[in-house]
Structure formats: C-alpha cells, structure tokens
C-alpha cells in the first residue's frame, strides 16, 4: 500500500492515512453509490487532556478484520501516549444479517486471548446494506492542528479524484482558544453535469479544474477565478500497461491545467513559478515513484513551450517542478494509476514507459486544443523573425515596377483584386500566413503526419519541376519556411 513519506508523517498521519485508503477501496468494490465520512471531535475543555474521537466510516463492501493486522508496525512504534492500539471495529456485509462489532488491541500479542475480542452483535431485520465504521482516540497533543491541516489537505486531494460512485465528507469539530472550529467538505461541485457515468479522467480534469481555481486549495473558493473558468487551458492524456506478464489492467491518466494571466484578476496576476504534481494510485494521493518523478525530469517540456528549470521531491514525497521564465499565471499536474479492473489491493509500480506516454500525449493534447498558445521555444524563436522577414518581402513586391508582378504576387497571397494590396496589407498577409506555417508545424516529427500550409496557393511543386532538379538539397525549405 502507498504510504506517506516517513521523513515528515507522524502516527497519526500513518493510521488516518491507511485507515482512509483502505475505506476508499472498500467504496470501490462496491456496485453501489457509497459515502466516505471522516470525523474528528476534540474535547469540548482545550484546557482538557481528553483524547481526540476520530471516525471513518463507508458504505462500501464489509471488511475483513485480516486487513487491520497491517497496523500492526505502526502500533509497536506510536507511543502509548499517543495511541493506545485500540480499534473499535464495526463491519456488516451486504449478505450479511447482522452487524458485528470488535474491539481490536494491536498493542497486546498475538497469541493474547483479548487481543481482538467480539462484542454484540446487532441484527438487520432482513435490511440489504453494507459498510464499516473505524473509531479510535487519539492523543490531543501540541501537534494536533498541524495534524488536521495535513487531514483537510489530504481530504481535498482525494475530493479532486471526484471517483465515481463515491461522496467524500470531512467534519472535524475542535474547541481553540478563540472559540469553536467545525470544517466540513462537501461533496458539491462547480461541475453540475457529472454523474455516475462521467469517465475517471473526466472527473479527475473537473476536480483539478476546481483544485486550481482555489489556488491549490489554499482557499475553499476564489469567486474571480470561478467567474473564469473557461480561461483555463486543459489538456488529458491516457495509456495503459499490455504486458500480460507484468501489472495487466494497470492505467495511468494525466491531466494537466494552465491558468493563463489575465489583467482583470488580480490573484492570477503574480506567476507562480513551481508545480507540485498531484499524485494518485488507486483514487487516494500518495508520494511519487522515483521512476515517474525521472519521467517528468526528463520530458522534452521546451517543445510545448515550457522551460523547466529543476525540480525536486519534498519531505512528504511529492514532486515539484520549478519553470524558467514561465509565461502563464499557474500550470496544475495530476497523476492518476490504478486497475481498470477493481481487485483487493495491491502496491503496483507503474511502468515509467506508460507514464512516459500517457504525459505525452496529455502535452500534445493541450496543445492542439489551443492552437497557437503553446508553441516550441524553438518555434518562439522564429517566430521573433516573422515581422521582418515579412517586412522585406511586402517591400520587395512593393517596390517592383512591373504591375503584372505584385498583381500576380498578390493574387498568390490571395487578395483580390477589390482588396487592400497596400504594402501594410501584403505585409500583413505575409506575416499571418508565415505565423500559421511555424504554428502548424511546430513540434511535428515527421513532415508526412500533416505538412503545413503553403504560403502561396501554388508554392507546391511537381515532382518533375526543373526547380527540384536544379535545387537537391534545398527542397525541405519548401515545407519548413
């Protein structure tokens, strides 16, 4: 199972995490719309030592208490103090009639007769439902409210997964020394249209979608931003493992957002020049692999018109890549492998090539749904000599005596003989044509998948032109003006 980093996770990150990844997979194997609640209540005195209540529940497939023999390395190293190793387990499954409960003791040995002892069971009168409910206490110690920051940050980037058949609800109810605190997350979204049938990476863009109109989440809601959210610039990308011999079924989906700077928003208006990448297996977040961190190190990034100056893993395992000169007001990544096909859980480390493409192809994607707008540095570069060189050549038709030649030139750029065919408007005419050349093909491998357009309606040549014979070695100038 992913993990936090262990650099930077305290007990109480470990558990939540684990007992909230485990409620997620539970969620998906069930054929049912399922609810995911995390609760946490502190004592009602902050002067008090009481220990904090903490909850997660499903309505997912019931759970097998094998599963929660895992915790037990984290019991032997959590200080009693700040964990007592007990779990009160309460588990029903849909065939089930009746709803058992048991109160786990990780910190007492296996062979002990109380370490997992089965209270009462409650019957379900022929009722048809499924879930389990984890409740334990947990130490309210100086390092609680960093604690729940890490909670409601975690919570947020499982709420972008926006998976399907699933509502995730966050309450966490603490008394401060300014009063009380109650923090929910609903389930609502922007996006009114998803439903059920909403495919995983449509979900996952409507989630990042609403992720980076919140400024990472470091805002429930931005209102300039969501009066604005056509401005942002999307493009996808999916691949999946073939190979019958290593993780059959394993998927991987990138999206990636672009918030363009705008001038009438004001929040947009400083660039941030870093990215920390969302990551995701199996619908929770969790630290990158080193091999898909080495696949975002080594994309050609300056091909779709981004300059990456570095990157880095930070204590909590994610990746963040730092830009160079970065034109736009902020760039989200997300991540996302899991099964196509629901199984038990299991720890899979997705093929760097499978990364490799579905992030390709989410870059080629972005970029041919905004034509334009994410052109090559190299193509930049060109595109730097366009007004001259079309400057020149307006000039040279221009100061040509022989009318029949600017009339023939200009019919070639296609003015007519009622239209402008001033020098600013061959001029004009010239640069348009040339900027759409460079934009068209930018980035393209090979001139065969779709030769830009020509500049003169009739610069394509016959294979038996004499200026194909005379000029061998300058032919590709044809197609790369």
Request: hydrophobic share 35%; proline share 3%; charged share 25%.
């Amino acid at each position: 199972m992913p993990s936090p980093s262990s650099s930077s996770s305290s007990p109480h990150r470990k558990l939540l995490y684990s007992l909230i990844c485990w409620a997620v997979q539970r969620c998906r194997m069930s054929e049912s719309p399922c609810r995911l609640a995390v609760s946490l209540k502190g004592p009602s005195d902050p002067a008090a030592s009481s220990a904090l209540r903490v909850s997660v529940s499903d309505t997912g497939v019931g759970s097998k208490l094998e599963e929660f023999l895992e915790l037990d390395a984290l019991a032997r190293e959590t200080p009693l103090e700040k964990w007592d190793g007990t779990l009160l387990i309460t588990t029903t499954g849909i065939n089930d009639k009746a709803i058992y409960h048991y109160r786990f003791n990780l910190h007492e040995n296996a062979s002990s007769s109380t370490r997992c002892s089965k209270m009462a069971t409650t019957y379900k009168n022929n009722a048809k439902f499924s879930g389990t409910e984890v409740c334990l206490c947990l130490s309210n110690d100086a390092d609680i409210d960093d604690f729940i920051l890490w909670l409601v940050g975690f919570a947020r980037k499982v709420h972008v997964l926006r998976a399907a058949n699933l509502a995730i609800e966050l309450s966490i109810e603490q008394t401060i020394s300014s009063g009380s605190r109650n923090v929910r997350l609903p389930n609502e979204s922007d996006d009114t249209h998803l439903s059920i049938a909403t495919s995983s990476i449509e979900q996952l863009v409507s989630g990042l979608e609403d992720y980076a109109l919140s400024h990472g989440n470091t805002c429930d809601k931005c209102d300039a931003c969501c009066m604005n959210r056509d401005r942002l610039k999307v493009g996808t990308g999916s691949a999946k493992n073939s190979d019958r011999r290593r993780d059959k079924g394993l998927l991987v989906e990138i999206a990636i957002m672009v918030a363009h700077t705008a001038s009438d928003l004001s929040c947009w208006m400083v660039n941030c020049s870093s990215t920390q990448v969302l990551h995701f297996q199996d619908f929770v977040p969790c630290p990158i692999s080193q091999s898909s961190f080495n696949v975002l190190m080594s994309m050609d990034w300056q091909s779709f018109g981004f300059k990456l100056k570095g990157g880095f893993m930070d204590d909590e395992g994610n990746a963040v890549l730092e830009w160079d000169n970065l034109t736009f007001a902020r760039v989200d990544i997300a991540i996302h492998t899991y099964h196509g096909i629901v199984q038990e859980w299991q720890r899979s480390e997705p093929d760097k090539y499978v990364v490799r493409k579905a992030l390709k192809l989410a870059l080629h994607n972005l970029k041919a749904n905004h034509a334009g707008e994410f052109i090559s540095c190299h193509g930049k570069k060109i595109l730097e000599y366009v007004p001259d060189l079309a400057q020149s050549i307006a000039g040279l038709i221009s100061s040509s005596n022989d009318r029949e030649f600017r009339d023939e030139c200009a019919a070639l750029l296609g003015l007519g003989s009622g239209q402008d065919v001033s020098e600013g408007a061959v001029r004009s005419c010239i640069g348009d044509r040339m900027a759409r050349i460079i934009e068209m093909g930018d980035g393209k491998e090979k001139a065969e998948d779709g030769a830009p357009p020509y500049l003169f309606e009739c610069e394509k040549l016959d294979e038996d032109s004499p200026l194909l014979d005379e000029e061998d070695g300058d032919d590709d100038m044809i197609f790369d003006f």
